[in-house]
Nanobody, 124 residues
Framework: QVQLVESGGGLVQAGGSLRLSCAAS????????MGWFRQAPGKEREFVIA????????TDAASVRGRFTASRDNAEKMVYLQMNSLKPEDTAVYYC?????????????????WGQGTQVTVSS
């Protein structure tokens, strides 16, 4: 059974930083591209960033470019989202997701497995 468990969310002031973690189990982690998505109240879930199975490539949304980075540790089956220069509009529930890798470039859609999410709140 595949499980993705996010942690590291919380309340932070605008301009601050947070690091989210996602622990994966029940899958051959190194065969999966991993992604981060978010959903703000009243809005649809949106893509944030994805990282290839090797960790060598990322795909990100324009809204977070230059502020958010993704990394992974295949030995530990962990993926991370480092969020810097946070803005109030980054407030959302952040989800970790996994999809079998089919390309050297990680996708923005088609993720199969999802975590339960962790709340990030950025105060102004």
């Amino acid at each position: 059974q595949v499980q993705l468990v996010e942690s590291g969310g919380g309340l932070v002031q605008a301009g601050g930083s947070l690091r989210l973690s996602c622990a994966a189990s029940g899958l051959l982690f190194s065969s999966y591209d991993m992604g981060w998505f978010r959903q703000a109240p009243g809005k649809e879930r949106e893509f944030v960033i994805a990282i290839s199975r090797s960790g060598g490539r990322t795909t990100d949304a324009a809204s977070v470019r230059g502020r958010f980075t993704a990394s992974r540790d295949n030995a530990e089956k962990m993926v991370y989202l480092q969020m810097n220069s946070l803005k109030p509009e980054d407030t959302a529930v952040y989800y970790c997701a996994a999809v079998v890798s089919t390309s050297i470039v990680p996708p923005r859609t088609g993720f199969r497995y999802w975590g339960q999410g962790t709340q990030v709140t950025v105060s102004s």
